[in-house]
């Protein structure tokens, strides 16, 4: 099926309000961001054997492209990988085709290392890098907003109130992911809902999937414009979350009387923690191309629970999460049984250690997230 999406002349205006940059306009870009040693330093002062301000700023004068800048800042964050993942893996790529382009919805458990790993899974098996979908409420500085353009992301408007501006805002987001899919031939990440999963219950929002349908051609069936969207799920395991007491914290703040409200500072300081913090392992699992099954329609609610069907089963159950599961009370799966029980015991120590100081509503909710994907994978 043919889709007629904006001509490559006007697409740059089209979509100027939230598109990533283009090649043209990487060495402007970067010379900007340079121009202040002090943006440099507070962008990149904390990551492991970061070079010096004045050897960042004369490489990033270097670089003229978004791969070229892509390699760079994964050359830079070689270190930081190295010191907070002890072991990183993916599988199923080999089920898709290189030349296609794909649109990967997955879990989202971190706002920079759930792109991050999607996208070194995808190089490391000769993919191009997917460009990213990013709240705009993520992008607090001109700095960071930058970083985010050059780095191939483009950004989702959160911040309407008006439910006429938010729905012509994300037709306009439809259409460039239509422009990114059909026309560049590029791949897309999109995560499964707004927001990381605190909680750890990872289920698609159909609103997403409508989204996508938002800038269909009228005269073609949703159904059938799905299928051509070559939609992937993906499944992100992480063995520990750095973030796992603040995201339990929020929520029970969340669930108090008074409410929550969320400060300005606290995505930053996520963002920090997620990419500084440990995780141990880390394992991205990628599906096979969603396609109607059984003669159901491919709907917005049947590609929904196709995502989370293979998210869940693709859950790599890590020691910590059963840990957790033993530590609720809970009988382990018979499947997880054969796990090693040292490796089980030590994540049990973990757990207990890194929680004492903690509520014990906090230490409920940290334990229910990290048993969370095992209950899901085996439907306790």
Known sequence: MGIETHPASDWLQTFDAIRSYSDHEVSKALSSLASDPHIIESLFAHLPSAPASDVIVSELKKIGSIDAFQGWLRQTLNPLLESSVTEFSSSGLEQLTRDNSHIFISNHHDIIMDPLVINLALLESGFDSAHCAIGDNLLFSNSATTLAKLNKCFRVIRSLSSPKAMLRAMRVQSAYIQHLHFQQHSNIWIAQKEGRSKDNIDLTNPALIKMLCLAKPKEVNPNDYLATLNIVPVSISYEWDPCDIEKAQQLEN???????????????????????????????????????????????????????????????????????????GQTLPEQEEAGSEVSILDAEKELETRLEQSPEAVKIRVLKAYAQPVQAKYKQ
């Open 254 to 328: 969340e669930a108090s009387p008074g409410g929550y409200t969320k400060k300005s500072h606290e995505d930053l300081e996520a963002i920090k923690t997620g990419l500084l913090g440990f995780k141990g392992k880390v394992h991205v699992a990628f599906g096979s191309i969603i396609r109607a099954l059984d003669h159901t329609p491919l709907n917005r609610y049947e590609t929904a629970n196709q995502i989370d069907a293979f998210i869940h089963q693709n859950y790599r159950c890590y020691p910590s999460n059963l840990a957790a599961t033993r530590l609720l």
